[in-house]
């Protein structure tokens, strides 16, 4: 009997790359043979390339020429599992299977050897003199007994310069050893008392940590409002998963991956778990990939790339805030990671948790028909109410033209400082003034690489495009015209808003929360969380202030402009608006303070703005819902999205006209195409875009025919066709 799994040294392997090749390419097992889903180096022309061994080879090509795998990296090979994940995924979204490997491999030097690194414990001798700074080092020593240390921590820990410890290694009291840079993580302990839970989340806690003790695929919606203890109730299903020996996964929206999470995780499990996000050292991204391969990771607090790493025995993904557009991946590979969880819990029988205050409308209806379980945690935790929600109508306020900040709204906020509490004052717009006109001919500043405006960052001292990040200095001159001195902002950024506050409250500290304004996601989670502890009166915010942080002495917020999303002809205009509005006033009002949410709108009858004061979540779905069915629209409907760009605008459009034309595909299986029409931004980065809309029921087994569909287009030059399945983001 022939092991399927194993290839005898010379037999054909089909090797899949990361290369962009259409097909895995045939290689001989080297000296020592290899095993399905092995990772190897192998020789592509001239340059060696990262592979997995997907199978065996085809034989199609000539034995004796037919190079040779160059070696099996020592990783833990790619599991069956994971191979059909990536091969679903691909076929879901319709990309080419070396970017799915790319996406699954995203951790440098996965081929090197474990790099070692010098460790320090206490050595068999004595020094031959003692003094002060030596007794500490070996005095904490003693007190760890057999550990050991890096040169930094030993020198930070017992307060000494690195010197003193290299004069005791040389005198042997202190030993020096190599030991592997890829450490395993602590070990996580389930047994250790949670936190106490209300009879709510009791019942929801039983029900999720059963569901996974099952062992059987399944997908829960965690429904409860901000502050509910959705964190506790799922903390209980990671705690019953890691006590039944299987890995666990929770994904959160990048920003809210704060320190102040993960030191509650690691209360409830003793130890820190694995972090994955976009500000992990290479070190530390390769030390959890070989970790999380070899099941010496537990539990990984991750962003959405971490649904991609080689669980060894995936038992539960949490995916929390599951409605926030950030797990939608915009380039390069267009995966949405909420659904990608749930295709790689079936695929594992493992138990996926979809944890939100305000779910997805695609959440909500697969729960409403059954295919998810809903569970919902009504009572907020602890003594706090939800913020009482009202609205300030502007067209009763007269307000100048360079105000934003209305006089209801302000009375509310000196109210609240005389009180000692926190206001935040809700902008979701960056920088300092979206417009900049000149006023002598109405010129507006454009971007010269795209059809968007220049946007005034004060902050940076520039103007900058938030298509492209291209920028250029606020010119003095109007760039049209030649005017002097004329040119000026038009509407608020956050920036702008600021500086009304510091004129309408002179006594406060007022501070300023916007992505753009530090230097990486640290200093800004840090930012916030000093002002979370106080550090400001008024906070001014985009909508990054709106997820999962808390501040405890914050009981309003002032949302400046509520109509500002629901303008534009996004699909889930209103669901935005409407998510958006109710977590943004959630932050009002947590701990012991009850909060308030003012909401400045021209249109207080709008019945988005009246479902948000309503507080009447599940009317609003329901008419959301009613909506998009009529409209046979997601989720009552099938969606893609095909965006062909290049340089030259008539080129593009003359091939998405003749895709058009071309949609007998489509028509075989009753789907729809819509366009060509300009992409409401119709350049970005001089590259000139034009969409097209397929529209299908919803059993329409869509990807097979849009592959066939666009595969009659040969793509000229520099022209690129991108698929969106389920489009999030018409722009
Ligand atoms: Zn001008
Ligand atoms: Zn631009």
């Known amino acids: 009997m ?15 790359t990361t290369q962009p090749l259409d097909r895995a390419l045939d290689y001989k097992a080297p000296e020592g043979g290899c095993h399905l889903g092995a990772f190897v180096e192998v020789p592509l022309g001239p340059r060696k390339v990262l592979g997995v061994v997907w199978g065996p080879g085809k034989g199609d090509y000539d ?8 070696r099996v990296l020592d990783v833990a090979p790619m599991r069956a599992e994971m191979r059909r994940f990536l091969e679903k995924a691909a076929a879901y979204t319709l990309t080419p299977m070396p970017a799915m490997l790319r996406l699954a491999t995203r951790a440098p030097g996965l081929g ?30 003693a007190e760890y007994g057999d550990l050991s240390f890096t040169l930094k921590e030993l020198a930070e820990l017992s307060g000494v310069t690195s010197s003193v410890i290299k004069g005791l290694v040389k005198q042997g009291a202190v030993a020096e050893e190599d030991s592997p840079r890829d450490l395993p993580f602590a070990p996580l302990d389930p047994d250790l008392p949670g936190k106490e839970l209300t009879e709510d989340q009791d019942r929801a806690a039983t029900h999720v940590a059963e569901a996974v003790r099952a062992g059987t695929y399944g997908t829960t919606l965690l429904r409860g409002v901000t502050g509910s203890g959705k964190t506790e109730v799922y903390l209980e299903a990671v705690a019953a998963c890691l006590s039944a020996g299987r890995q666990a996964l929770v994904l959160l929206p990048e920003i809210a991956l704060t320190a102040e999470f993960l030191k509650r995780v690691e209360v409830r499990f003793g130890a820190r778990p694995a972090e994955w996000h976009s500000g992990a050292t290479m070190t530390e991204r390769r030390r959890i990939w070989r970790m999380i391969g070899q099941g010496q990771a537990q539990l990984v607090i991750g962003a959405r790339s971490a649904l991609f790493l080689p669980y060894q025995n995936l038992g539960l993904i949490v995916v929390d805030e599951e409605h926030d557009t950030s797990y939608k991946q915009e380039d390069g590979v267009l995966y949405n990671a909420r659904d990608m969880a749930v295709l790689r819990a079936s695929l594992l029988g493992a138990q996926v948790v979809l944890s939100s205050a305000t779910p997805s409308l695609e959440s909500w209806a697969n729960a409403e028909s059954g295919k998810y379980t809903r569970l919902d945690l009504e009572a907020r935790f602890g003594p706090a109410v939800l913020p009482t929600m009202k609205t300030i109508d502007m067209r009763a306020e007269t307000l100048p033209s360079d105000r934003w900040v209305s006089d209801t709204l302000k009375r509310a906020v000196d109210q609240r400082l005389e009180a000692g509490e926190q206001a935040m004052l809700f902008l979701n717009r960056r920088g300092y003034a979206p417009i900049t006109l000149c006023r002598a001919c109405g010129h507006q500043v454009g971007c010269d690489q795209c059809d968007a405006r220049m946007v005034e960052h004060r902050f940076l001292k520039r103007l900058m495009c938030h298509q492209c990040g291209e920028t250029k200095p606020m010119p003095t001159v109007c760039p049209s015209c030649g005017a002097e001195d004329r040119m000026a902002p038009v509407g608020p950024g956050v920036e702008r808003l600021g500086e009304e506050a510091v004129k309408l409250f002179p006594d406060a500290r007022v501070a300023v929360l916007s992505s753009d304004m530090y230097g990486s996601a640290r200093a800004l989670k840090a930012e916030i969380e000093g002002i979370a502890a106080g550090g400001a009166d008024v906070v001014i915010g985009t909508q990054l202030v709106a997820k999962g942080h808390n501040f405890p002495n914050l009981t309003l917020v002032g949302v400046i402009d509520a109509d500002l999303g629901l303008q534009g002809s996004d699909l889930r205009a209103a669901e935005r608006t409407f998510q958006l509005m109710r977590q943004v006033a959630g932050r009002a009002g947590r701990a ?28 609003f779905w329901r008419a959301e819902a009613a909506e998009r069915e009529a409209a046979g629209v997601p989720p009552y409907g099938r969606m893609a999205g095909i965006i062909l760009s290049g340089p030259d605008a008539a080129q593009v459009f003359d091939a998405a006209n003749a895709l058009a034309r071309n949609a007998v595909p489509l028509a075989r299986v009753g789907a729809q195409v819509f366009g060509p029409a300009p992409a409401p931004i119709a350049r970005i980065r001089g590259r000139h875009r034009v969409r097209l809309l397929v529209k299908a ?23 690129r066709l991108a698929v969106d399945i389920d489009p999030q983001s018409f722009y």
Request: charged share 30%; aromatic share 6%.
């Open 2 to 16: 022939i092991d399927p799994s194993f290839f005898d040294e010379g037999a054909l392997v089909a090797v899949l």
């Open 63 to 70: 034995y004796a020429k037919v190079r040779s795998v160059l």
């Open 112 to 141: 090197d050897p474990p790099s070692m690194r010098k460790v320090y414990r206490r050595g068999p001798d004595e020094p031959d003199r003692m003094t002060d700074a030596r007794r500490r080092v070996l005095e904490f020593l």
């Open 592 to 619: 012991e303070k009850p909060g308030t949410a003012m909401l400045q709108t021209f249109q207080p009858e709008h019945p988005v703005i009246r479902a948000i004061l309503a507080g009447d979540e599940e009317g």
């Open 697 to 719: 029921g919803k059993g329409v087994a869509l990807q097979g025919a849009i592959a066939q569909w666009v595969s009659q287009l040969r793509l000229k030059g520099d022209m």
